[in-house]
């Protein structure tokens, strides 16, 4: 059962912008906290943004400023606008949904940040 779905994905030159959407079949997801996370190769997994359901909203230091998360609860969508991509973004990105203790992760989206 596929919940999370990210798209948006691809390549990028350093400095330009690119919008990830996370289309999410989860209910009620208007509870849901919901975030982005990125791995890249031979790095852990780290949170890149996250927002409550109440729309607080969490970056860490290296993209604060940079990238901006927003959700819709009508349209069940998040969304993750990235703007003056640096090659260090490069990374598969998974959007991620909790509720309580239930958690559940997208299929992920490679962006690549080159020349």
């Known amino acids: 059962q596929v919940q999370l779905v990210e798209s948006g994905g691809g390549l990028v030159q350093p400095g330009g912008p690119l919008r990830l959407p996370c289309a999410a079949s989860?209910?009620?997801?208007?509870?849901?906290?919901m975030a982005w996370y990125r791995q890249a190769p031979g790095k852990q997994r780290e949170l890149v943004a996250g927002?409550?359901?109440?729309?607080?909203?969490n970056y860490p230091d290296s993209v604060k400023g940079r990238f901006t998360i927003s959700r819709d609860n009508f349209k069940k969508t998040v969304d993750l606008q990235m703007n003056s991509l640096k090659p260090e973004d490069t990374a598969v990105y998974y959007c991620?949904?909790?509720?309580?203790?239930?958690?559940?992760w997208g299929q992920g989206t490679q962006v690549t940040v080159s020349s």
């Open positions: 991620k949904a909790a509720l309580g203790s239930i958690v559940r």
């Open positions: 989860t209910s009620p997801f208007s509870m849901h906290a």
């Open positions: 927002i409550t359901s109440g729309g607080s909203t």
